[in-house]
């Protein structure tokens, strides 16, 4: 289904390409030329509001008088719905220059589809040497397409007045069989209201593979090659055995429940109605509460935990992605842009993790906690402890069919999840599957 959507998209893409060059743009092409500042369209899925968007323009727009920022969004945080739009934008002949992906698989379909402009020779006028300044590699068929943005490094979230409720510490070193033992003491299912210890939310990636997403190679369900499926491996059985083990010790909201009711990790958390999640560095802020979900409790924070005591504590690094559209009639200005945004914008913004090398995680947090509606909720101590302490291993871009991958595997985890398959026949029959997958797409 992928690989049709794929060709008919090139198809229609390739289509708008030739308007586009047969038409061209008057407008687009005088813009400036007046001594008014060139207008640049940025296409995002964020609340605008809640995410500062307007101090990155007000702040943009004083460094650069010459650049006007536009920001595209529908202002609703679906990230898939948004990367319709850009579709259907870039097929209509729309103006765009600078495109945010929300996850790496949306980044290297576009690449394929020739959506995007190389970096590389911006960088290199600019004498960026792109290791030195980013944790969060981009690099897809040997070029850089896009610049990383907020820097989404997973760990676990925990109410803290539960934590002390049940009389354990803030966890700073500990593995899945810990994390396992903490929901089984965090549960309590009597009463009127139950509350599970942990909640784990119904996306393939990262929670049908929770162990294997921060290991140091091989951390995606194809191996870093793209050659071969990485399904039947030691990792991935201990990450189903682990969700297994919540569901028989009923510590974590039952999988069934998760689905049939189509539940939200936000409202499980902040409701009370789990004790800990396993999420991403972009919660931080949330935590903190806003306008319409304040915070009613304290928010402490816990490394991702390992699969062996002995392990070095590491977490994942993937990023928010920011490209340049590459038929952009203002590609000098989208560079500028998205060269900022990427450093010195997301600390003004004060809502996320960098993925800028350069920043000071200190005020980078004091900003993001000052920023927050009821900052005393946010526990700074061991939101740095994380950060500081953690080894980051920086993703590697998964192959354009992703999607179909992580469909796959998500079809063999529910039938383990749902109807009793045995984690073998999990594991083996994703594995068949998923380089039944590669071969036909290599």
């Avoid at 040497?129 to 944790?135: G, T």
């Avoid at 030691?234 to 974590?252: F, G, H, N, T, Y």
């Avoid at 998760?258 to 499980?268: A, D, E, F, T």
């Amino acid at each position: 289904m992928f690989r049709n959507w794929l060709k008919s998209s090139a198809v229609v893409l390739t289509a708008a390409a030739m308007l586009l060059t047969g038409c061209g743009s008057s407008a687009g092409n005088k813009a400036g030329s007046d001594g008014a500042p060139v207008e640049i369209k940025v296409h995002t899925w964020y609340n605008l509001k809640n995410e500062n968007f307007d101090i990155i323009k007000q702040e943009f727009e004083k460094q650069y008088p010459n650049i006007e920022v536009t920001f595209v969004s529908a202002g609703d945080n679906n990230a898939t719905e948004a990367v319709k739009k850009v579709d259907l934008a870039a097929a209509s002949g729309e103006n765009m220059d600078v495109i945010m992906f929300s996850q790496p698989s949306f980044y290297v379909q576009r690449v394929a589809l020739g959506m995007l402009e190389p970096l590389d020779d911006y960088l290199n006028k600019d004498n960026v040497k792109f290791e030195d300044e980013y944790s969060v590699n981009t690099l897809e068929k040997g070029k850089i397409y896009a610049l990383p943005g907020k820097s989404v490094n997973m760990f676990v979230a925990i109410n803290e007045n539960h934590l002390k409720e049940a009389g354990l510490p803030v966890p700073t070193d500990w593995t899945w069989d810990d994390f396992l033992d903490y929901s089984k003491k965090l549960t309590k299912l009597d009463g009127e209201k139950k509350r599970y210890g942990t909640y784990f939310h119904s996306w393939t990636n990262p929670y049908s593979m929770i162990g294997l997403i921060n290991q140091p190679t091989n951390a995606y369900l194809v191996t870093d090659d793209g050659k071969l499926a990485n399904i039947t491996n030691p990792i991935m059985k201990k990450s189903m055995e682990v969700r297994l083990q919540a569901e028989k010790d009923k510590s974590a909201t039952p999988y069934a429940e998760v689905i049939s009711q189509k539940l939200n990790y936000r409202p499980q958390y902040f409701n009370q109605d789990a004790s800990m999640i396993v999420t991403g560095t972009f919660f931080i802020p949330e935590t903190g509460g806003t306008e319409k979900v304040p915070a009613a409790f304290r928010t402490v924070f816990a490394p991702y935990p390992k699969i062996n005591k002995d392990d070095q504590i590491t977490t994942s690094a993937s990023a928010d992605i920011v490209s340049m559209y590459s038929k952009s009639k203002h590609k000098e200005e989208a560079y500028t842009f998205i060269r900022w945004f990427t450093t010195q914008g997301l600390v003004v913004q004060g809502r996320n993790i960098p993925s800028w090398k350069k920043a000071d995680m200190n005020e980078v947090l004091d900003k993001i906690i000052a920023g927050t509606s009821n900052s005393e909720m946010i526990d700074k101590e061991s939101a740095l402890s994380f950060l500081e302490n953690s080894k980051m291993i920086p993703t590697i871009n998964p192959p354009a069919f992703s999607s179909e991958v992580e469909k796959t595997m998500q079809e063999e985890f529910d039938k383990m999840m749902l109807q009793g398959q045995d984690v073998d026949a999990t594991l083996n029959t994703a594995q068949e599957k998923i380089q039944k997958l590669i071969d036909s797409n290599s």
